[in-house]
């Protein structure tokens, strides 16, 4: 049975008041919507919206993610790995003054583009965009650079673990399977009529882009996510797009 997940709204300095056409705009600046409300969720599912970048940041084993891009403003981009290898000397030098801007790749961000971001990978998110993002259940970040902000810094794990390269991020533009890894498979669905999610002994999520899509008596709205524990199958039926993400 399908469980619809309750959002949770995060103000953020970095976030917007402009949700729209997913949530009503808001008073307040709000940078992130975890959904929620289910015991044991296999993965962490976020909306995130952003005016400005967010920090120069890394992950530890255990929080492989990806970000599929929903809105961008023109020449809005994201930052994953570096141009080319560095020391970690030179990762911590340039975190405190700043370079670590100018090493960093930075792709242009566009809806409908998908970026993967394994653990290890120094990123960042710039500003002008909105993305939904899944990954491990995790929330462990370590900040190498902050923009001036006056937040912790988190040098010495961040420059441990983080990976000294270049990274490929971007996926390739297409319907299905848009990331596979050994964390998660998440695919992209254009309904358009009929669909059959095929059960998966994990449990799937579904996560309504734009449109509507209805399972059952339930009926899926933009900006929602639903999730089911049982291994069945989805019968869907509208017109939406959707992402759908399990653990293999």
């Known amino acids: 049975m399908l469980t619809r997940l309750t959002p949770r709204f995060l103000p953020k300095v970095w ?3 402009h949700l729209e056409p997913w949530y009503r705009d808001a008073r307040e600046k709000i940078g992130e919507v975890w959904f929620e409300d289910v015991s044991n969720l296999p993965l962490l599912i976020k909306f995130l919206f952003t005016t400005e970048p967010l920090s120069v940041q890394v992950h ?5 993610e990806m970000w599929h891009i929903l809105a ?16 970690e000397q030179r990762l911590r030098a340039s975190a405190l003054s700043g370079e670590i801007e100018q090493l960093l790749e930075w792709f242009e961000a566009r809806p409908g583009d998908t970026f993967f971001i394994p653990a290890g990978t ?6 002008g965009l909105a993305l939904c993002e899944i990954q491990q259940h995790s929330d462990i970040t370590y900040r190498l650079f902050d923009y001036g902000r006056p937040r912790e810094l988190h040098l010495d794990q961040g ?5 000294l390269g270049p990274h490929a991020a971007r996926q390739s533009a ?9 964390y998660f498979i998440t695919e992209r669905i254009r309904l358009d009529g009929g669909h059959r999610c095929e059960a998966v002994k994990s449990g799937q999520t579904v ?4 449109g509507e899509a209805e399972v059952g008596p339930a009926v899926l709205r933009a900006g929602e996510a639903w999730h089911t524990s049982l291994p069945e199958s989805l019968d869907l039926r509208g017109r ?9």
Do not use: Q
């Open 15 to 17: 976030g917007s008041t």
């Open 60 to 64: 530890p084993e255990g929080k492989t």
């Open 72 to 87: 961008a403003d023109p020449g809005a981009k994201i930052a994953a790995g570096f141009r080319e290898p560095i020391t």
């Open 122 to 127: 120094v990123h960042a998110i710039g500003a």
């Open 159 to 163: 420059v441990r673990v983080s990976r």
């Open 174 to 182: 297409r319907e299905g399977v848009l990331v596979s890894c050994p």
């Open 207 to 210: 996560i309504l882009l734009e």
């Open 240 to 248: 939406a797009t959707l992402l759908r993400t399990y653990t293999p």
